[in-house]
């Protein structure tokens, strides 16, 4: 599975962003994708992740009813949507998959990784 994160760049503090992560391979729906982010000098930590079916979602606290996330099975690919953005929400912003699903919060994991797209959130 190759995943290809895209949809980061720059935006004001309030505002939103809409990332998509592809990935290749025919078992799509079998996989929870999941999301995680790493700003400078900080550890990677869970953002969110979807079932496979889009049926159940999990979220970190910080980005509870502000981010969420949706996928379209056919054509392969996860929305993480970001709104009300804050400054803290800088980072590196990484996709994930997994055949697990157990413990989906911890990125050992995620067998896949996706390169990662760039968040800026100016204040």
């Known amino acids: 599975v190759q995943l290809q994160a895209s949809g980061g760049g720059l935006v004001q503090a309030g505002g939103s962003l809409r990332l998509s992560c592809a990935a290749s391979g025919r078992t799509f729906s079998y996989l929870v994708m999941g999301w995680f982010r790493q700003a400078p000098g900080k550890d990677r930590e869970f953002v969110g992740a979807i079932s496979g079916s889009g049926s159940s979602k999990t979220y970190a606290d910080s980005v509870k009813g502000r981010f969420t996330v949706s996928r379209d099975n056919a054509k392969n690919t996860v929305y993480p949507q970001m709104n009300s953005l804050k400054p803290e929400d800088m980072a590196v912003y990484y996709c994930?998959?997994?055949?697990?699903?157990?413990?989906?919060?911890?990125?050992?994991?995620?067998?896949?990784w996706g390169q990662g797209t760039q968040v800026t959130v100016s204040s």
């Open positions: 994930a998959a997994t055949r697990s699903t157990m413990r989906i919060g911890d990125l050992v994991t995620y067998e896949y």
